[in-house]
């Protein structure tokens, strides 16, 4: 038997010649692609905002992102718990009343084929916003996306029947000092 034929050469050959033995293999970064299509969606919507267009002045200051994934430790992953962070909930929260909804969820996916999987969890949260009158949505990529939000925005605001009722607990913060 040659020495190039001899099993241990074959280990040899796949030890990179910058690693000693003992050493992990480095793995590429990962890349956040859901996270850098959202930046895209917000970017844009920014730019709508700016050119004047509906999409933009209706809803550019109502939408927020709910920063509930990513890698924690331990004990912040149960101080987050504790204070209320809930596995599903999407990713954009639009605070905007428009046909006939309160508002609208969206749980953001990165476009095909770099989607990421539709948890239980994330269809149990938009199924439960749905029957707490919110419109909620599952967009894959940007572009769909664009799409919801410019429809939401084409929609005419819900019209809140009779007076609100009156909160008669909390802080009055509309005459609390900064």
Not at 95 to 117: C, M, N, Q, T
Request: no cysteine; net charge positive; charged share 25%.
């Amino acid at each position: 038997m040659s020495w190039a034929t001899h099993p241990s050469a074959k280990v040899e050959a796949r030890k990179s010649p910058n690693r000693t033995a003992g050493q992990a293999r480095k793995s590429a970064p990962r890349i956040d692609r859901e996270g850098n299509e959202q930046k895209v969606l917000v970017r844009w919507l920014k730019g709508e905002k700016l050119h004047g267009n509906p999409v933009g002045v209706l809803l550019e200051d109502v939408t927020y992102h709910v920063p509930n994934g990513g890698k924690r430790n331990k004990k912040t992953a149960a101080d987050l718990k504790a204070q209320g962070v809930r596995a599903g909930v999407s990713d954009l929260v639009i605070a905007s009343a428009r046909g006939g909804w309160h508002g609208l969820y969206i749980e953001f996916k990165a476009a095909p084929p770099h989607s990421a999987d539709f948890s239980a969890s994330q269809r149990e949260w938009l199924e439960r916003m749905e029957g707490n009158g919110y419109l909620a949505v599952l967009a894959k990529g940007v572009d769909e996306a664009k799409a919801v939000l410019v429809a939401y925005a084409s929609w005419p605001e819900t019209v809140v029947a009779g007076e609100p009722e009156v909160m008669p607990h909390g802080s009055e913060w509309r005459k609390a000092m900064a």
